[in-house]
């Protein structure tokens, strides 16, 4: 039985980060099991910033496809180059739409989602999955959320 993350709300968004990244570490150690994973840090991200949206897409069949995710029902599909997640995987780096109304070929999955953040996992040269987050506030992601969530998804 996994143990509970503890989250304090109240700390700012970098303390929320250094406070989460040693627990995920933790919930991870022992399980190397791709979706458990995905699924468990999807959670614990949605929980520790109350996003509107958080889950991931798996690379199959040069396709990303939806996996784990937190949040309303999502696109289950999206090809390279197409919106923040194509481009991310295309770009093979992080991409952050402070605000998604002005973002070209933004896929609207919500009309709830004002800015969003796509990071993608890297190994050997190749994009394997990607994180993507939804929040409802405009402007919200910055370099904070570009340094920790790949060490974030690292741990996967
Ligand atoms: N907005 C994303 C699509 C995925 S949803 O946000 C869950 C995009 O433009 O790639």
């Known amino acids: 039985m ?4 503890i989250i304090d709300k109240s700390k700012s968004k970098e303390e929320i980060y250094r406070i989460i990244l040693p627990q995920l570490r933790a919930l991870m150690e022992n399980e190397n099991d791709l979706i458990a994973n995905m699924a468990n840090m999807a959670a614990v991200l949605k929980m520790s910033f109350d996003f509107f ?3 991931f897409y798996l ?4 396709t990303l496809i939806l996996g784990p995710f937190q949040g309303p029902i999502a696109c289950t599909r999206i090809p390279m180059g197409k919106g923040v997640c194509g481009q991310a995987w295309e770009q093979k780096k992080n991409i952050i739409a402070p605000d998604v109304s002005l973002f070209p070929g933004h896929i609207a999955c919500s009309s709830d989602t004002k800015s969003e953040i796509v990071v993608p996992k ?11 987050i939804d929040s409802d506030i405009l402007n919200f992601f910055d370099e904070i959320d570009s340094h920790y969530l790949p060490k974030l998804i690292a741990l996967i």
């Open 53 to 55: 949206w958080v889950g």
């Open 122 to 132: 890297i190994i050997e040269h190749r994009v394997i999955f990607i994180l993507d």
């Open 59 to 62: 690379v199959k069949n040069e």
């Open 2 to 5: 996994a143990k509970g993350i």
